[in-house]
């Protein structure tokens, strides 16, 4: 799958994939051989790729396309720091990870990455674990602008993310393009403050 184009993130229903496993490292998640390359194109493809050919890989299961939410278990994302990690998970055409908890360097590169990871508790965790091995066509519904995740039809649970995160999140920029964005604010501002300094030194 192509890495898709960032896009603001408000609202997302969709089905997901459960990989019920703790302690996914980031080695599992992309390969250390498919980091030679700087271009995010392509690396969806060599997802969990040591792990694709493992008889009932949940992400190659034909019920997996289309899924852009994956629900792992606790500390998601450990072990060594590689950005080609969420590029390998956005590729894929995932939007968010919902996870026990995750590795804190991985979370930071997902979110500026535009993957957006949600950590939620275990009563919500099993109660999706369940219902999507009862019915592979379950879905999950993510609202960042209310900051909530659970089933479509059933209680949410709220979960927490930093506040300028979820503000580039929301309008589907990076950092360099949240900052572009304020660029007029920027320069006016700075037209002020040089009129103050010109007029503190006449």
């Not at 949940?58 to 289309?66: E, Q, R, S, Y």
């Not at 508790?121 to 909530?148: F, M, Y």
């Not at 300028?164 to 589907?172: S, T, V």
Request: with cysteine; proline share 7%.
């Amino acid at each position: 799958m192509s890495q898709p184009e960032r896009q603001p993130f408000v609202t997302l229903t969709s089905t997901y994939v459960v990989l019920p496993l703790d302690d996914v490292d980031t080695d599992q998640i992309i390969p250390a051989r498919f980091l030679k390359t700087t271009d995010k194109r392509g690396l969806g493809d060599a997802l969990f790729a040591d792990w694709r050919e493992r008889p009932g890989f949940p992400l190659a299961a034909p019920d997996a396309v289309g899924a852009q939410v994956l629900l792992a278990g606790a500390n998601f994302g450990c072990g060594s720091s590689r950005e080609h990690a969420p590029w390998a998970l956005a590729g894929w055409g995932l939007r968010a990870i919902v996870a026990l908890s995750f590795a804190d360097i991985f979370r930071q590169n997902a979110l500026k990455n535009g993957l957006l990871p949600v950590v939620v508790g275990p009563e919500l965790h099993r109660r999706l674990v369940e219902a999507r091995h009862a019915d592979a066509t379950a879905c999950i519904s993510v609202d960042l602008e209310a900051q909530t995740v659970g089933p479509p039809a059933g209680p949410r649970a709220r979960f927490d993310l930093d506040p300028f995160a979820r503000e580039c999140l929301l309008r589907g920029v990076d950092e360099l393009g949240y900052l572009l964005a304020r660029l007029p604010d920027i320069e006016r501002h700075e037209d002020r403050h040089e009129g103050r300094h010109e007029r503190t030194h006449d």
